[in-house]
């Protein structure tokens, strides 16, 4: 029941003393039962926000699930797995699949592209506070290598669609451009052209992840800290400066942090 509206007797005082008209008073009373009427509506709107942020976090829980199926299969260099199985693995039903990809093909990309985004996040906010672009590509490469053997399944993915890797919009490729370019830009590096520049460094750093996962006996540290060094002499460092960016300390946070950020199982 509507609750009972009791009329000040200085509401009809004022009509008649003109002080205010009887539309005045009609509107004035009338603002407590549009106030009331929309706060009965409150709880159902509510409800509607409510339920439309449990279906858009059901719909997100979804994709990531295909996502994270979809990095296994990468890493296992399967990418003939017909979509039923993608969808058994990421335990969805098979119809919601094309909900949100339109084929495989852009399921892969998009795995791809949530790993090495993830990875490339990461390894930029081990950066921050570093001002030189040469010490900051110095970092990120020498980082980027030690993953092979920390996160070996990101690594598969990475090593069996090199390809769509580097062509990706995101990730890794467009920070080492990014770094290169404006290391260049400073007469740090001797570049004068990027798309040669990063072939050079995606072609040593993908060729040294291949080793390091063919020869786990082989010392990880020595073997990056090595390429490293000899990728900075080719894009115009010096061999003392080479050797003394590469000597620096890492992060501490790198080893205890990088699963943590770029583990397909803890994405959201």
């Not at 119809?95 to 990809?101: A, H, I, Q, T």
């Amino acid at each position: 029941m509507w609750p009972r509206i009791r009329r000040r007797s200085s509401d009809i005082d004022d009509i008649v003393t003109h002080r205010t008209s009887p539309s005045q008073a009609f509107l004035t009373n009338s603002s407590i039962f549009v106030a009331i009427g929309c706060s009965r509506h409150l709880p159902e709107q509510e409800h509607t926000v409510t339920e439309g942020n449990r279906v858009e976090r059901r719909k997100a829980r979804t994709r990531a699930a295909l996502v994270r199926a979809a990095q296994g299969f990468l890493a296992s260099g399967n990418t003939n797995a017909p979509v039923l199985e993608i969808t058994q693995a990421a335990e969805v039903s098979n119809g919601s699949f094309y909900n949100y990809f339109e084929s495989k093909e852009e399921l892969w990309q998009a795995a791809i592209d949530a790993a090495l985004e993830s990875a490339g996040d990461f390894l930029d906010s081990l950066t921050v506070g570093l001002d030189d672009p040469v010490e900051k590509f110095t970092q990120s490469f020498r980082l980027s290598g030690r993953l092979f053997r920390l996160e070996p399944e990101l690594s598969r993915v990475l090593l069996n669609s090199e390809a769509a890797a580097f062509a990706a919009a995101g990730g890794l490729a467009p920070r080492s451009r990014r770094d290169i370019e404006s290391a260049a830009a400073q007469g740090r590096f001797d570049v004068d052209d990027a798309d040669v520049a990063l072939a050079i460094v995606a072609g040593s750093l993908l060729s040294m992840g291949r080793l390091l996962l063919a020869q786990p006996d082989r010392d990880e540290a020595t073997t990056v800290d090595d390429t490293t060094q000899r990728v900075l002499r080719a894009l115009g460092i010096s061999a003392d400066e080479a050797e003394t960016l590469c000597s620096r300390e890492l992060p501490t946070s790198y080893s205890g942090g990088v699963h943590a950020a770029i583990d397909p199982a803890a994405q959201p």
